[in-house]
């Protein structure tokens, strides 16, 4: 199983790219946020439970994470591997993750980071507003989701730079050309 975490900072085009590499290279694509905002669409119990956090632009606690990762994986059957785009953001998160892939005899192969710096960043996820009006993406809200990024998220890159398993690429530019930096990063590696 080819197991690749796509990272970077809200607004760096995780989920753009993610597509793309799961189609590319025959991946499941799983989007904690894209599951989040589905559950607060459909009103589940899970949705009532997290719409506020989301809004506010915090994280969801890590406990709900990883029943929830574990679920969404299960749904597939004879995949090659999965994008994880926007999980784990958290040192726990990514603990639970390697836990619950040891117990798929299976582990995170791969983590690419999108390196975005935060001008960029912010002028992306205020046109983004403009057109698809997440809530999430209101000026005050997006300065929290980048300063929770940094202070949170940020630290998993040594995390995994411990285990020889992290690589950046540079994140503006076309879709096209980042798409085919993280093709070359992925290649030597699948
Ligand atoms: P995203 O679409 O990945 O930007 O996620 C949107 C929002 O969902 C985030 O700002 C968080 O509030 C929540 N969320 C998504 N994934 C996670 C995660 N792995 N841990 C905690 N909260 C998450």
């Known amino acids: ?19 793309k590499i799961a189609e590319k290279y025959n991946l499941a694509h799983i989007s904690t946020g894209d599951i989040f905002r589905k559950n607060i669409r459909e009103k589940t119990e899970l949705g009532i439970k997290v719409q ?16 929830i990762l574990d679920d969404a994986m299960n ?11 926007g999980f784990p953001r958290t040192t726990q998160q990514a603990k639970d993750l390697d836990a619950l892939l040891n117990k798929k005899a299976d582990k995170v192969s791969l983590v690419l980071a999108l390196e975005v710096n935060d001008d960029e960043i912010i002028g992306r996820l205020l046109k983004r507003a403009e057109l698809e009006g997440r809530k999430d993406d209101t000026k005050d ?16 890159i040594d995390f ?24 070359d990063a992925i290649d030597p590696f699948i």
């Open 160 to 183: 995994y730079k411990d285990k020889n398993k992290f690589a950046s690429v540079n994140g503006i530019g076309s879709i096209d050309d980042i798409f085919n930096s993280i093709c």
């Open 52 to 67: 506020s956090i989301i809004e506010k632009g915090e994280l969801v606690p890590d406990e709900l994470l990883i029943d």
């Open 141 to 156: 809200v997006i300065e929290n989701r980048i300063n929770i990024y940094n202070n949170q998220t940020q630290p998993l």
């Open 1 to 19: 199983m080819f197991n690749f975490i796509l990272f970077g900072p809200p607004g760096s085009g995780k989920g753009t790219q993610s597509i």
């Open 75 to 85: 749904k597939y059957k004879n995949v090659k591997g999965f994008v994880f785009d």
